[in-house]
């Protein structure tokens, strides 16, 4: 099946600073996600974005469906920010389903 | 509409008990997926329906695992059973259509003590 990589597994961030975080995917793609996990557990939606750029505040994600990778930028991060980050694809060849990166664990220090 | 959702929240259960959990999607979705994911894991996937249709089941869905979809609509996931190792977050998400935009619950947090 598709396997999914994210970089880097762990960051730690001055608040106010900003940050690139990275998905790459082994086949092309019908479908990526962006999503972050609070504290709870539940799964927050950030971005469809199976290709181009998308803004939202203060992240924006970048997919470059060609190169089999997308960009998640985070701007001037604030500690509410803190969290797992996880990319998820559903690959053209490997059926419908949604399939996860191991995640970045992002922790903004205040 | 609320979104998806998960019941119960948490749950505890004593080895060798059955459990059973239900997923409510957003009305609309004709797809329905769950995952279950062990602390410092990302989701890993179990199952997922099309209507009322299960197209795919993961290897992780031993037999002692079971999911319904009976009239399309809301799911349940049944634990026969269970064991220390069935403790994690099993979570729920639907879709409209194979490649829309999935959306999560809040989860189902199980503990096998």
């Known amino acids: 099946g598709i396997q999914v990589e994210q970089s880097p597994p762990d960051l730690i961030l001055q608040e106010g600073a900003n940050s690139t975080l990275r998905c790459n995917f082994s086949?092309?793609?019908?479908?990526l996600q962006w999503f972050h996990q609070n504290p709870w557990g539940q799964l927050i939606n950030l971005f469809y974005?199976?290709?181009g750029t998308k803004q939202n505040g203060r992240l924006s994600a970048t997919t470059v469906a060609t190169e089999r990778y997308s960009l998640l930028y985070i701007s001037s991060s604030q500690t509410t920010d803190s969290g797992v980050y996880f990319c998820?694809?559903?690959?053209?060849?490997?059926?419908?389903?949604?399939?996860f990166g191991g995640g970045t664990r992002v922790l903004v220090k205040p | 509409d609320t979104g998806v959702s998960q019941d119960p929240r948490h749950k505890i259960t004593k080895r060798g008990q059955n459990v059973t959990f239900r997923c409510d999607p957003i009305?609309?979705?004709?797809?329905l997926y769950w995952y279950r994911q062990t602390l410092g894991q990302g989701p890993e996937f179990l199952t997922y329906?099309?209507?009322?249709?299960?197209?795919?089941k993961s290897r992780l869905l031993s037999d002692r695992f079971s999911a319904e979809r009976p009239k399309g609509s809301f799911s349940t996931l049944e634990i026969q059973r269970t064991e220390q190792g069935d403790s994690a977050m099993y979570l729920c998400?639907?879709?409209?259509?194979?490649?829309?935009?999935?959306?999560f619950g809040q989860g189902t947090r199980l503990t096998v003590v």
């Open positions: 998400a639907s879709s409209l259509g194979g490649w829309g935009e999935a959306f």
């Open positions: 009305s609309e979705h004709n797809r």
């Open positions: 998820a694809v559903i690959g053209k060849a490997a059926g419908n389903k949604l399939t």
């Open positions: 329906f099309q209507n009322e249709a299960q197209l795919e």
């Open positions: 974005i199976p290709s």
């Open positions: 086949d092309s793609v019908n479908n």
